[in-house]
């Protein structure tokens, strides 16, 4: 059974610029989650998708934005681009809200 | 407030050692407490606990949940070099709030 795939692995992009990161789930999972990851403040929640409803959302800016599709297939969008948004971005799919929940590699974004 | 706080933010064994690292986490909307191992990229999940004095083992990792007094450890027994890794914690408020609020981890580093 394929495990959770997040593409790209790596981007760099400039400040202002928009970025679209893609998860696709453990076959079968319905919900999927996105998290950053920093050194300074560890993983932090991003926002939550379960058939195609965005249930749950983090403390982050409105640039931060997602859809889930309805093969569950998932993609978080960045609109400008800022340094701090340099980040491990991290998805998790899990069967039900209430389940184990797998992470993919992540993709590391860095923004100059 | 929202909160998971692990202990000892990190720790230096040798092998052989038995290690407990330690998870504290507020009550609010809770459903679950997960167990991850990070080593480079994505965490590994190692175990979910929802039950009360119910141990969950897997070889020499092991896991219980003290849901009164609102903690969770994870020991690790005969420590290897391969258990060096960032821990993580993560508390799941599950249903329609489905999140994970993670701890800042702990990293291990287990020398020869």
């Known amino acids: 059974k394929a495990g959770v795939t997040q593409t790209p692995r790596y981007l760099i992009k400039t400040r202002g610029q928009q970025v679209t990161l893609s998860c696709s789930p453990i076959s079968g999972h319905r919900s999927v989650s996105w998290y950053q990851q920093t050194p300074g403040q560890g993983l932090q929640f991003l926002f939550e998708?379960?058939?195609?409803?965005?249930?749950n959302k983090g403390n982050f800016p409105g640039r931060f934005s997602g859809r889930q599709f309805s093969n569950s297939r998932s993609e978080m969008n960045v609109s400008t681009l800022e340094l701090g948004d340099s980040a491990l971005y991290l998805c998790?799919?899990?069967?039900?809200?209430?389940?184990?929940?797998?992470f993919g590699q992540g993709t590391r974004l860095t923004v100059v | 407030e929202d909160k998971v706080v692990q202990s000892p933010l990190s720790l230096v064994v040798h092998e052989g050692d038995t290690v407990t690292l330690n998870c504290s986490y507020e009550v609010t909307n809770f459903r679950s407490l997960l167990w991850y191992k990070q080593e480079k990229k994505a965490p590994t999940f190692l175990f979910m606990l929802t039950s009360s004095g119910i141990e969950k083992k897997s070889g020499r990792l092991s896991s219980i949940l003290d849901k009164k007094e609102l903690f969770s450890i994870l020991n690790i027994t005969a420590t290897q070099t391969g258990d060096s890794a960032i821990y993580l914690c993560a508390r799941n408020s599950g249903g329609s709030n489905y999140k994970l609020t993670f701890g800042k981890g702990t990293l291990l580093t287990v020398n020869p």
């Open positions: 998708y379960f058939s195609e409803t965005q249930r």
């Open positions: 998790a799919s899990s069967l039900a809200s209430g389940s184990e929940a797998f």
